[in-house]
């Protein structure tokens, strides 16, 4: 359920969020890795651009950095939760040519997904859930499509590709 409450401005906003589940190609002490560590994150975060910079090592009240300075784009924050490997939580603060957004809150689980099917590979069950004080679902949204096509790049490093 939303909650209501005022942003930076005094205007009521409503605390939303999304979901995003994907079933990765390997086991859970991999993808915690490739999630919690910033050799695990250069992997698969932002592959497609250069000179992307990643600091994110897990831990509680520790702080991290993803910067892509061709883009433009700095996201920060700070980690609220960390019990591995089954949960990853953390503020995120993006900050585009456009300024700042408000700070959003990003939870991560990860749970075994059955056996290997017969193919020989486990699988693992990643859950994202993104939130903020948006005050429409336009944030929402695009938070969806960009975690989307991030996990394609974490899924396709897992693969090999």
């Excluded at 591995?84 to 953390?90: A, G, I, N, R, S």
């Excluded at 809150?105 to 004080?133: K, M, N, S």
């Amino acid at each position: 359920m939303p909650g209501v409450a005022p942003d930076d401005t005094g205007r009521m906003t409503t605390t939303r969020h999304i979901e995003v589940v994907r079933i990765l190609p390997d086991d859970i002490d991999r993808v915690w890795a490739a999630l919690s560590t910033s050799d695990g994150m250069r992997g698969w975060w932002w592959r497609h651009w250069n000179g992307v910079r990643i600091r994110f090592e897990a831990g509680v009240d520790a702080d991290y950095a993803i910067a892509a300075p061709e883009q433009g784009i700095e996201l920060t924050g700070r980690f609220t939760r960390v019990a591995h490997p089954e949960h990853l939580d953390f503020t995120w603060c993006w900050r585009d040519a456009d300024g700042a957004e408000p700070e959003e809150q990003v939870e991560i689980t990860l749970a075994a997904h059955g056996g290997d099917d017969g193919d020989g590979v486990e699988r693992t069950e990643l859950r994202v859930r993104h939130g903020g004080p948006w005050s429409d679902d336009e944030p929402g949204a695009r938070n969806r499509q960009g975690w989307e096509f991030t996990l394609d790049q974490l899924v396709a490093m897992l693969e090999g590709r």
